[in-house]
């Protein structure tokens, strides 16, 4: 049977691609290492990595087998946690999965208002690109909750946020800059600041585009939520970001767009929440109010 050490060292190989490097990071020697992962494979009955010469690649067996021991790992910390908590050694640490857009966002203002009522509790956000790769890292048992887009065919439990409205952000001298809305089919011949394709963002801004009809053409690709905003402010072309994540005195215009262009937001969990989960489930919905 897997021991959690084998699952913690298979984890940790996979992340880093090296066996010479994940020895390093877990204090051990790399023959220790590798004598665990081979009794970890013996267990299975099946090779778990292909070890090639400058790389390491999960085999089929290894991929089926790597979600479920990134989950395990994450139950035994919290196991740990609630231990801990019952021992009196400490209050508590809630987990949290989201996107980096929502963390410029909507999360900040949550955050503030949980540490005034829940001043002893740890936070530990785990913060993605994509929506996929966020429902993933749920359903490996990465975080208590997750918050962002509402996830499709979700088996536990939801709860509806709001809407989140995006805007259209151009430079102070652009043409549009006197106007409080556009449409978005006005800026087909725009060259844009798009999102890189893994950023979930990018998925937001070629389906409101192609709703009006049109792809947008690149002037600058980027990975980064909050370049966006800068990039345009400085003339690079329009962009479509979260209205959420500009700050006070924000050095660019910022235009609605006709109709609106919005997604929804959600708060979800693997079963029922928690009570911490749920609390600050609680904390979103009047933040968002």
Request: with cysteine.
């Amino acid at each position: 049977m897997a021991t959690l050490r084998q699952l913690e060292y298979l984890v940790t190989v996979v992340d880093l691609g090296s066996f010479t490097k994940a020895a390093e990071l877990l204090h051990v020697t790399q023959p220790a290492l590798s004598h665990q992962i081979r009794a970890l494979e013996r267990s299975t009955g099946s090779p778990l990595l292909e070890r090639l010469p400058r790389a390491i690649r999960l085999t089929p067996t290894g991929r089926a087998m790597l979600p479920h021991a990134r989950a395990a790992l994450a139950d035994a910390e919290r196991a740990t946690c609630a231990a801990r908590q019952a021992a009196g050694l400490e209050v508590g640490e809630l987990q949290i999965a989201t996107l980096y857009s929502i963390s410029l966002g909507i999360l900040p203002d949550a955050l503030k208002a949980w540490r005034r009522t829940h001043p002893d509790v740890g936070i530990r956000l785990f913060e993605h690109r994509h929506t996929d790769e966020l429902t993933e890292a749920m359903n490996a048992g990465q975080a208590d909750l997750a918050v962002g887009p509402t996830p499709k065919d979700w088996p536990g439990s939801t709860h509806v946020l709001g809407e989140e409205e995006l805007v259209v952000v151009v430079a102070n001298d652009d043409p549009l800059a006197g106007r409080e809305s556009v449409r978005l089919k006005d800026l087909a011949d725009r060259s844009w600041v798009r999102y890189t394709p893994s950023h979930g963002l990018a998925d937001v801004l070629n389906q409101a585009c192609a709703k009006a009809g049109f792809e947008p053409r690149a002037a600058v690709h980027t990975e980064q939520t909050a370049a966006a905003p800068a990039l345009a402010a400085a003339g690079l072309g329009p962009a479509l970001v979260p209205s959420n994540i500009l700050p006070p005195g924000f050095d660019g215009h910022v235009l609605r767009t006709e109709p609106p262009t919005r997604r929804t937001l959600t708060a979800y969990t693997r079963g029922t929440p928690d009570p911490l989960a749920a609390a600050f489930i609680e904390v979103l919905a009047g933040v968002w109010e």
